[in-house]
């Protein structure tokens, strides 16, 4: 793949009927956080951990959108987008996360649907964005079978109450995410250090989801499917030590959950990697891989860099062949599978420190494509932070962001050229908002947003998201400012 896919200047036309959206998810902007009678997740206790969180931010008021949701159903209308990805907090329709549902819990979301219906705009509904009930947790949370089993009750009571307004229902975000972050290096909720553990969390996570995917038809859903945070990963040199230690990695970020998903089966290498690890994955039991398998109408991927390691102990080697080596930090996974991540020091990065790749973003989609017999799929998050800041003019002028989602969308073309099924591409995210860890201290928004009065500003790259929805075209790529 060469950087044509990036630098391209030429217009570039999606076909009609490709879904244009917007992306958010509640933890990150509803605020309100005991309102209403909301139970409390594991993010409001994490948040309130010693060092958890940058600057010890919480979502207590986050964007307020729970208080300032027509205002921002508003701004999707003047964005053009026609499907907004929202998530439902499971501490609002099940404060304790069983039991009946909370009706002022179904009342908003059932507002939020009806008000997204009637500006034109496709609700795509998010069951779980990572804010599990806190009663939950103290069971064991994804660590046992029941929470599996809880999530599928739930699923069947949002279901119920919102089927007949919602087009597509994603299960899970970034599973990988709330299992290895939150239960092994601990970066997440709930904050656990423990490989075990998080294997055990992989496979009840993909439980819930199988789990939930009968409950959601059986109330009617129209189409579901699950978010997976995927990435290739590549070895920073050819030594063998060095590719040994980027299939591990690819083997936990992205086959663990790719092979049960689309395959039945999780991969051999992984389970003899994890076994010495409990519970891990000795929870997985009969007939658990033909619920998680069980066909999907779409996938949704998740893309932000590509990933690049070298075995522990070769960081030498990977600073010679042209790789800047982070400081290490404590972190069982990684420790555990003996790698230590790079990255390319002439390659330009985000504010997070993540790698601008977007002809690896083309790879990471024809690579699915001619590994696995893949559903339609949805580009479901992809975006970026930089140094945003509201100018002397008033203007928040953010054409960083703008050329990259430029040159993503390209590479999204050119997949499907390629002959991926891509049927539509949802920015990250339409609000800046509380990015878990980081706090409020980065803003991946089309729209800024003033913290200590909520007020909300579009920024230049609204504005050019806002042209090529109308257009369903890519201009001549922006310049950077």
Same mark, same amino acid.
């Given at each position: 793949?060469?950087?044509?896919?990036?630098?391209?200047?030429? #217009?570039?036309?999606?076909?009609?009927?490709?879904?244009?959206?917007?992306?958010?998810?509640?933890?990150?902007?509803?605020?309100?956080?005991?309102?209403?009678?909301?139970?409390?997740?594991? &993010?409001?206790?994490?948040?309130?951990?010693?060092?958890?969180?940058?600057?010890?931010?919480?979502?207590?008021?986050?964007?307020?959108?729970?208080?300032?949701?027509?205002?921002?159903?508003?701004?999707?209308?003047?964005?053009?987008?026609?499907?907004?990805?929202?998530?439902?907090? &499971?501490?609002?329709?099940?404060?304790?996360?069983?039991? #009946?549902?909370?009706?002022?819990?179904?009342?908003?979301?059932?507002?939020?649907?009806?008000?997204?219906?009637?500006?034109?705009?496709?609700?795509?509904?998010?069951?779980?964005? &990572?804010?599990?009930?806190?009663?939950?947790?103290?069971?064991?949370?994804?660590?046992?079978?029941?929470?599996?089993?809880?999530?599928?009750?739930?699923?069947?009571?949002?279901?119920?109450?919102?089927?007949?307004?919602?087009?597509?229902?994603?299960?899970?975000?970034?599973?990988?995410?709330?299992?290895?972050?939150?239960?092994?290096?601990?970066?997440?909720?709930?904050?656990?250090?423990?490989?075990?553990?998080?294997?055990?969390?992989?496979?009840?996570?993909?439980?819930?989801?199988?789990?939930?995917?009968?409950?959601?038809?059986?109330?009617?859903?129209?189409?579901?499917?699950?978010?997976?945070?995927?990435?290739?990963?590549?070895?920073?040199?050819?030594?063998?030590?060095?590719?040994?230690?980027?299939?591990?990695?690819?083997?936990?970020?992205?086959?663990?959950?790719?092979?049960?998903?689309?395959?039945?089966?999780?991969?051999?290498?992984?389970?003899?990697?994890?076994?010495?690890?409990?519970?891990?994955?000795?929870?997985?039991?009969?007939?658990?891989?033909?619920?998680?398998?069980?066909?999907?109408?779409?996938?949704?991927?998740?893309?932000?860099?590509? +990933?690049?390691?070298?075995?522990?102990?070769?960081? +030498?080697?990977?600073?010679?062949?042209?790789?800047?080596?982070?400081?290490?930090?404590?972190?069982?996974?990684?420790?555990?599978?003996?790698?230590?991540?790079?990255?390319?020091?002439?390659?330009?990065?985000?504010?997070?420190?993540?790698?601008?790749?977007?002809?690896?973003?083309?790879?990471?989609?024809?690579?699915?494509?001619?590994?696995?017999?893949?559903?339609?799929?949805?580009?479901?998050?992809?975006?970026?932070?930089?140094?945003?800041?509201?100018?002397?003019?008033?203007?928040?002028?953010?054409?960083?962001?703008?050329?990259?989602?430029?040159?993503?969308?390209?590479?999204?073309?050119?997949?499907?050229?390629?002959?991926?099924?891509?049927?539509?591409?949802?920015? &990250?995210?339409?609000?800046?908002?509380?990015?878990?860890?980081?706090?409020?201290?980065?803003?991946?928004?089309?729209?800024?947003?003033?913290?200590?009065?909520?007020?909300?500003?579009?920024?230049?790259?609204?504005?050019?998201?806002?042209?090529?929805?109308?257009?369903?075209?890519? #201009?001549?790529?922006?310049?950077?400012?």
């Amino acid at each position: 793949m060469t950087d044509t896919v990036a630098t391209s200047a030429d #217009p570039v036309r999606f076909p009609d009927g490709f879904l244009w959206g917007a992306a958010t998810a509640a933890y990150q902007i509803e605020g309100a956080a005991s309102a209403d009678g909301r139970g409390v997740s594991i &993010w409001d206790t994490f948040s309130r951990r010693p060092g958890a969180v940058h600057n010890g931010d919480t979502g207590d008021v986050a964007c307020d959108h729970y208080h300032r949701m027509d205002g921002d159903l508003d701004l999707l209308a003047e964005l053009g987008v026609s499907a907004y990805r929202f998530s439902i907090a &499971w501490p609002r329709v099940q404060p304790t996360g069983k039991g #009946p549902a909370h009706q002022p819990g179904l009342d908003f979301y059932r507002r939020l649907v009806d008000g997204l219906r009637a500006r034109g705009i496709s609700p795509v509904a998010t069951l779980y964005h &990572w804010d599990l009930p806190q009663p939950l947790e103290d069971a064991g949370g994804w660590g046992v079978r029941e929470t599996a089993e809880r999530f599928a009750d739930y699923a069947a009571l949002a279901g119920q109450a919102l089927g007949d307004g919602v087009d597509m229902w994603i299960t899970l975000n970034e599973p990988w995410c709330s299992s290895w972050l939150g239960y092994g290096s601990g970066r997440h909720a709930p904050g656990v250090t423990d490989v075990g553990r998080a294997g055990a969390a992989n496979h009840h996570l993909l439980l819930g989801h199988g789990m939930a995917l009968p409950a959601l038809r059986a109330e009617g859903a129209a189409r579901v499917g699950i978010t997976l945070n995927l990435a290739p990963v590549r070895a920073a040199t050819d030594h063998p030590d060095d590719v040994a230690a980027a299939q591990r990695v690819d083997g936990n970020q992205n086959r663990l959950f790719t092979e049960p998903l689309l395959e039945g089966r999780y991969p051999t290498d992984m389970l003899e990697h994890y076994a010495r690890h409990r519970p891990g994955f000795s929870v997985v039991a009969d007939g658990d891989l033909d619920l998680i398998s069980a066909p999907m109408d779409f996938l949704g991927v998740n893309y932000y860099f590509p +990933a690049f390691v070298v075995a522990r102990g070769r960081e +030498a080697e990977a600073l010679r062949a042209g790789f800047c080596v982070a400081p290490r930090e404590a972190d069982a996974v990684a420790d555990d599978l003996g790698v230590t991540a790079v990255h390319r020091s002439e390659q330009p990065r985000t504010l997070m420190g993540w790698e601008v790749d977007a002809p690896a973003m083309r790879d990471l989609l024809t690579g699915l494509s001619a590994s696995y017999r893949l559903p339609p799929v949805y580009v479901t998050e992809n975006g970026a932070s930089f140094s945003d800041y509201q100018g002397p003019d008033g203007v928040v002028h953010d054409g960083e962001r703008s050329a990259y989602l430029d040159t993503h969308l390209r590479a999204v073309r050119s997949a499907m050229t390629a002959g991926v099924d891509i049927r539509g591409y949802f920015v &990250w995210s339409l609000l800046d908002n509380f990015e878990w860890g980081h706090g409020y201290s980065k803003r991946f928004g089309l729209v800024w947003v003033d913290y200590p009065s909520g007020g909300r500003l579009p920024k230049d790259s609204f504005r050019w998201y806002q042209t090529v929805v109308a257009t369903n075209e890519l #201009p001549a790529p922006p310049a950077a400012s």
